[in-house]
């Protein structure tokens, strides 16, 4: 059983910075690849990026958050974090990671091809980005 929690939302102003955490709690988070979603008030929740499982080798983002957002991954504090520059209004939303042990499920989540029941979820941060 893999509980996360995720921290690090908050207010900003439009081109600060944030980095989000998703620690999780259990033995290891080693084998779960690992994504971050987010829900806007009246929008659908979409994909933004994620890692997979072990050394994090492989990850994706969503073009909105291309070259501005950063995943990266800590299994000896089974914390995955999402480093976000350049932050823009349009990124206010709920952030929302979650972790499933199939890196194709997780991917293709994120990237909308398919949705899949990914098996563990977190219970949301908010970001905020006002002036």
């Known amino acids: 059983q893999v509980q996360l929690v995720e921290s690090g939302g908050g207010l900003v102003q439009p081109g600060g910075s944030l980095r989000l955490s998703c620690a999780a709690s259990?033995?290891?988070?080693?084998?779960?690849?690992v994504a971050w979603f987010r829900q806007a008030p009246g929008k659908e929740r979409e994909g933004v990026s994620c890692i997979s499982s072990g050394d994090g080798s492989s990850t994706y983002y969503a073009d909105s958050v291309k070259g501005r957002f950063t995943i990266s991954r800590d299994n000896a504090k089974k914390t995955v974090y999402l480093q976000m520059n350049s932050l823009k209004p349009e990124d206010t939303a709920v952030y929302y990671c979650?972790?499933?042990?199939?890196?194709?499920?997780?991917?293709?989540?994120?990237?909308?091809?398919?949705?899949?029941?990914?098996?563990?979820w977190g219970q949301g941060t908010q970001v905020t980005v006002s002036s």
């Open positions: 979650a972790a499933d042990p199939r890196w194709a499920s997780i991917l293709e989540s994120v990237a909308g091809i398919e949705q899949y029941n990914l098996d563990y």
């Open positions: 259990g033995p290891t988070l080693d084998y779960y690849a």
